[in-house]
């Protein structure tokens, strides 16, 4: 079974400070790959980063950097010095690494980040 | 912008009746895939299509259906519609048989069922 698990719902923080975003998963597969989007109030998913299973290594990009650990089974998400356009939902999703089972995205509750000036 | 167009943006529907979405995906790709996101939820996989087949679905039941065309745009389909079908419907579009590619989302249509 596949499961992605966003345990914060809601985070408030004020602007300038780091914020992170908690993802965990479970998965049997061996191959698979992990995402983050970013959902601002328009309603489209804004794709952020993927990473594959057989990849640990951490990603910065700009603000945004991201730890995965297969150890815990977790793909967090860091902002550094957040601002006020970061306020949206973030999502983490999981999909199977197999090339037939198609691209279906299973994807946690969401953490609706409020950046406040 | 991700190139993936959805209409209309919003939709009322009374319960019973029958909804069609439509979607255009980005140039370039030949996969769609359907996700339903009720409020304050995580978009739950609808289904997808490639070659105008559907090649893999979610949980839910026959009255959601879909058609893929030749240029690879796509309908939603709900017929005896449910109030709970209530939700955004994301659309997204992404390359068959490239594993390691990311789905661009289009902006998604409300539906209210009332």
């Known amino acids: 079974a596949q499961k992605v698990t966003q345990a914060q719902t809601e985070i408030s923080v004020v602007e300038k400070e780091d914020v992170t975003l908690d993802c965990v998963y479970e998965t049997r597969d061996t191959t698979y790959y992990l995402f983050w989007y970013k959902q601002p109030p328009s309603g489209e998913l804004v794709f952020l980063i993927r990473?594959?299973?057989?990849?640990?290594q951490n990603e910065i990009s700009g603000r945004y950097s991201w730890n995965f650990q297969k150890s815990t089974s977790s793909f967090n998400f860091t902002i550094t010095a957040s601002q006020v356009v970061d306020s949206a939902v973030y999502f983490c999703?999981?999909?199977?690494?197999?090339?037939?089972?198609?691209?279906?995205?299973?994807f946690g509750k969401g953490t609706s980040l409020l950046v406040t000036p | 912008e991700t190139g993936v167009t959805q209409s209309p943006t919003h939709l009322i529907k009374t319960r019973g009746q029958q909804v069609t979405l439509r979607c255009s995906s980005q140039s370039g790709h030949n996969t769609v895939s359907w996700y339903q996101q009720a409020l304050g939820q995580g978009p739950q996989f609808i289904f997808q299509?490639?070659?105008?087949?559907?090649?893999g679905r979610g949980n839910f039941p026959p009255r959601f259906s879909g058609l893929q065309f030749p240029n690879y745009s796509s309908e939603l389909n709900v017929n005896a519609l449910e109030l709970d079908d209530s939700a955004l419907y994301l659309c997204?579009?992404?390359?068959?048989?490239?594993?390691?590619?990311?789905?661009?989302f289009g902006q998604g249509t409300r539906l209210t069922v009332v």
């Open positions: 999703a999981l999909r199977r690494g197999r090339s037939n089972s198609g691209y279906a995205l299973n």
């Open positions: 997204a579009s992404s390359l068959a048989g490239q594993t390691n590619t990311e789905a661009f």
């Open positions: 299509y490639y070659r105008e087949e559907e090649n």
């Open positions: 990473r594959n299973s057989f990849d640990e």
